[in-house]
Structure formats: C-alpha cells, structure tokens
C-alpha cells in the first residue's frame, strides 16, 4: 500500500468519529509488516475523560487481533492550525507497541508529511526499560 493510500484509509475511518462533544473527528489507519490495515476514529463519552483518539483505538484493535509488528500509521483530522500531532498518551502507546513505525500527518485529504514516530517521541520509555 502507498503512503496515499494509507491516508485515503485514515480519512475513510475518520467517517465513524463519535466526537459528539469536541466535534473534533479524527482518523487512524495502522499498518502491519503483513500489510493489513487496522482502522480507528475517535470515540467520546459525556464524561470527557473515558474519551479515546481515534489513534489508540486502531492499535487496540489490532493487537487484540493478535498483530505484533507495525510499520505505518496515518492520521487524518482537519484543523485551522496543522499539523495535528498524536497527542502524549498516544505517543507513548504507539512507542511501547510500534516504536519503528512511521507517521504520516494528514491535514487535507491527498496531503500528509511524514516523520518517524522516534522523532515525535525523542528518549521513549519503552518495555524494554522494565527489564
Ligand atoms: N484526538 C484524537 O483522536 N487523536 C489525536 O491525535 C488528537 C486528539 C481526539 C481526542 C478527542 O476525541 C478529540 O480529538 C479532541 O481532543
């Protein structure tokens, strides 16, 4: 799948936001080394805090269908100030499960820049710290 391609999946997935508070809907499409393609888009609640990006619903999904190994994740979510970054929480997820991975940032459909996930979370605390 081209990087292209890829994003046109994150602004597929940002179609099923449930940003029914923030209307801020953003989508996610999380690749495999195999070339499957796990989709997420952000879910609220109307206790804020329970709200999940659409980030780490993709990645959730697909480790809960047994993928270890990731090498791309778009994001697709309009905004008056691009680029829209992962936020912290999710930064640190993707690290722990798809350090290597690269992310490709999404603005407009048809647009996007690329940067590896390392440059967007320089000094990881990683599992492998725990050994
Ligand atoms: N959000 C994401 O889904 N991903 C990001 O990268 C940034 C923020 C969501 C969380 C919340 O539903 C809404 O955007 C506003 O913060």
Known sequence: MTDKE?????????????????????????????????????????????????????????????????????????SKRPPVAPCGACRQLLADYALNIDVLLSDEPGQFQKLPLKELLPFPFTPEHLK
């Open 6 to 78: 890829l994003v046109a999946a994150a602004w597929k997935a940002r179609e099923m936001h449930s940003a029914l508070f923030s209307k801020f809907p953003v989508g996610a499409a999380l690749e495999t080394a195999e070339g499957r393609v796990y989709l997420g888009a952000n879910i609220e609640s109307s206790s804020y805090g329970l709200s999940i990006c659409a980030e780490r619903v993709a990645l959730f999904k697909a480790i809960t269908e047994g993928e270890k190994n990731f090498t791309r994740i778009a994001i697709a979510v309009k």
